[in-house]
């Protein structure tokens, strides 16, 4: 089992920035793959970013694309997201999730089973 921790959560205004991460310990994977996902009250959890962690393959959401970057630490076992240019429409609960499993589609919440407890995220208008 591994425990992921998040971090780096906040309130900004339109067009701010913020930089989340996630710390992984416990049993870790060899390869494997890490994503943010976010859920916003009333709505579905959604893929945000993803990562293979051997090679550093991003993927993300085209909601995000050009405004968000995923990156990792491998010898510290960290995931993080630079998010900038935030909306309002990124505010929601921010979770990392780790697979051992090289998806090729990584952005679908039903594939993950190891969660952090999430970081709130909240854009002004």
């Known amino acids: 089992q591994v425990q992921l921790v998040e971090s780096g959560g906040g309130s900004v205004q339109t067009g701010g920035s913020l930089r989340l991460s996630c710390t992984a310990s416990?049993?870790?994977?060899?390869?494997?793959?890490m994503v943010w996902f976010r859920q916003a009250p009333g709505k579905e959890r959604e893929g945000v970013a993803a990562?293979?962690?051997?090679?550093?393959?991003?993927y993300y959401a085209d909601s995000v694309k050009g405004r968000f970057t995923i990156s990792r630490d491998s010898a510290a076992d960290t995931l993080n997201l630079q998010m900038t240019n935030l909306k309002p429409e990124d505010t929601a609960m921010y979770y990392c999730?780790?697979?051992?499993?090289?998806?090729?589609?990584?952005?679908?919440?039903?594939?993950?089973?190891?969660w952090g407890q999430g970081t709130q995220v909240t854009v002004s208008s």
């Open positions: 999730a780790a697979s051992p499993v090289r998806y090729v589609a990584p952005l679908n919440p039903k594939q993950y089973n190891n």
């Open positions: 416990g049993y870790t994977y060899s390869r494997w793959c």
């Open positions: 990562i293979y962690f051997d090679d550093g393959t991003p």
